[in-house]
């Protein structure tokens, strides 16, 4: 197997967010590399400064010291390699837009002849499971078609990193699970270089080949942990494995220990 290369390099990293009220230190220390095509997952206490930390990758916010890095080169501000997919599905996509429109619209920026363009909707529409909605409005579409939307478009605009963040917080348990296995999919299939931000812990041992625990707020990395689960997954078969229960318990304990100030990690093993 060819040896993968270091995609994101994160260096040092510490956020201070300064107001007239008093400052705030979101993030203390973080320092982690990614390899072109990994699925991570970053997983922490709420208000750990997860958000924060994804916002300093995609250069959506600028860190108070330390380095982000895309392919060797320094991210100073919002990066055309990175598509991020939020929560707030309701708020991220266009309204008076189609779902093809939607998809589409950030084609527009990429120098793309029109096939090109219509091949990139086409194809990503169906690989979120939707052309039958391709000519409807976001407004017609449930939760989680929606959100299937906004990762079509960021799919469509084939980003070397696809940054997702707490993407499936709003939507109902069998609604997740199916989201869920659409981005172990995606990512078996295409190899999209994954940052996949949840607080819920579960998820991040199902979906992930790496979990970064992050600590309390001001956040440094508790644990880097990889997830030895074997690569095909699924709901029922991956979650009633031994190895599972032992990792999901394993960062449990290692939140729990963040949120102690513990640094010390134990084995997963
Ligand atoms: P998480 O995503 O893990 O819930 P955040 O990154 O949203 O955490 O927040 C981390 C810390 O930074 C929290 O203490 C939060 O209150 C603070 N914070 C976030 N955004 C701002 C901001 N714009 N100004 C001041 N403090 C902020």
């Not at 959100?147 to 799919?155: E, G, L, S």
């Not at 109902?172 to 999919?185: G, H, I, P, S």
């Not at 625990?213 to 078969?237: C, F, K, Y």
């Amino acid at each position: 197997m060819p040896e993968r290369s270091t995609l994101l390099r994160v260096e040092h990293l510490r956020k201070i967010y300064e107001s007239a009220t008093g400052d705030v230190e979101a993030i203390g220390d973080i320092s982690f590399t990614m390899n072109a095509g990994e699925l991570v997952c970053v997983v922490g206490p709420s208000g750990c400064g997860k958000t924060t930390l994804l916002k300093c990758l995609a250069g959506l916010l600028p860190p108070t010291s330390g380095l982000v890095e895309m392919d060797g080169s320094p991210v100073r501000g919002p990066s055309p390699a990175m598509a991020v997919v939020f929560q707030e599905y309701g708020r991220s996509l266009y309204p008076w837009l189609t779902v093809r429109g939607n998809v589409e619209l950030p084609l527009r920026h990429k120098k793309l002849s029109r096939a090109e363009r219509d091949t990139l909707v086409t194809d990503a529409i169906e690989a979120v499971g939707l052309p039958h909605a391709a000519r409807s409005h976001p407004w017609q579409l449930s939760g989680g078609m929606q959100q299937r939307v906004a990762i079509a478009r960021a799919i469509a605009y084939q980003p070397e990193v696809l940054i997702m963040d707490e993407p499936f917080a709003a939507v109902d348990a069998q609604t997740r699970a199916d989201l869920e296995d659409l981005v172990r999919e995606l990512h078996t299939t295409r190899r999209i270089s994954t940052v996949f931000v949840t607080h819920d812990i579960d998820e991040s041992v199902y979906l992930g080949e790496r979990v970064l625990v992050l600590s309390n707020s001001p956040t440094r990395v508790q644990e880097d942990l990889a997830i030895d689960l074997p690569p095909e997954r699924d709901q029922l078969t991956t979650r009633a494995l031994r190895r599972f229960t032992e990792l999901r318990t394993h960062v449990y304990d290692q939140i729990q220990r963040a949120k102690l100030g513990q640094v010390a990690p134990q084995s997963a093993r």
